[in-house]
């Protein structure tokens, strides 16, 4: 991965017509806690793993609130991810206050790309070494971005980054395609699910994730960007696995009765 002759720069092409410090910056991304972004019509649903760094220490935040109507989950240096997370929170007070209206999310992943792609072309600065999920609610419905390092955003249906993520994203891959017609109640248990694969065996509770959630309501009125608390987080894991357990038991009662209902052997 280390490129001596041409990585001392982030403006020094190298002769294949690559930057190695935006793509350096695009490892701490994958290196980071995992983060799970999905959507439907109306709502957007954030989640992360929550790993600390050390068992003597507690985990860092990885989803942040922005806006009544918007909410970033980030992968990589939580240090950059705070300052991106300020940078957004003023972009979207000084646009209430001139326009008085909330900033569209569209618009508000564009100025976050800018602002990264700045650092792309500056020899006295870095990229950040962070990827962010955005997730908002303006009028024309839900949307979920992913901005990265390079400067490149994209919009999801649902998307996956961080360490381990590629098995959410062939979770998501799966089911994806009828998202828009889902309820706030199973985008979030899709989101715990997701972020399971990424676990490899541990067991997913309520203490080792957090998940956010913004949407309009059947009335129309805005559900504000909030974290879902501990305990409701802990039910919907709970019914998850009572719900896959379910089947299990259904149908080893049925081979139980197909051996019961087999005729003796003659002797």
């Excluded at 490149?152 to 098995?167: C, V």
Aim: aromatic share 8%; with cysteine.
């Amino acid at each position: 991965m280390f490129r001596n002759q041409y990585d001392t720069d982030v403006t020094t092409w190298s002769p294949q017509g690559r930057l190695f410090q935006v793509e350096y910056a695009m490892e701490a991304v994958k290196q980071g806690s995992a983060c799970v972004g999905l959507r439907s019509r109306t709502h957007a649903v954030l989640a992360a793993a929550n790993k600390p760094a050390s068992e003597l220490s507690s985990y860092q935040r990885k989803v942040f609130r922005v806006a009544e109507h918007a909410g970033v989950a980030l992968a990589g240096l939580t240090a950059d991810g705070r300052v991106l997370s300020r940078f957004l929170r003023n972009e979207c007070i000084n646009h209430s206050f001139v326009y008085e209206a909330p900033l569209p999310i569209s618009r508000l992943a564009l100025r976050l790309a800018d602002k990264a792609q700045v650092c792309t072309q500056r020899s006295w600065k870095r990229p950040y070494g962070v990827g962010l999920l955005v997730a908002g609610l303006d009028e024309s419905g839900a949307h979920l971005y992913y901005n990265c390092p390079s400067g490149n955003y994209f919009e999801y249906q649902a998307f996956a980054i961080g360490s381990r993520s590629q098995a959410a994203k062939t979770f998501l891959e799966r089911r994806f395609e009828g998202y828009n017609d889902y309820t706030p109640e199973q985008l979030i248990k899709d989101a715990l699910s997701a972020i399971k694969e990424t676990l490899q065996g541990e067991k997913l509770t309520s203490a080792n994730c957090t998940v956010a959630i913004v949407g309009r309501k059947d009335d129309g009125t805005i559900e504000p960007f909030e974290m879902i608390d501990a305990k409701r987080i802990q039910e919907i894991i709970d019914s998850m696995e009572a719900a896959e357990e379910a089947p299990a038991e259904s149908s080893s009662m049925q081979e139980e009765e197909k051996g019961s209902d087999a005729a003796p052997m003659d002797i």
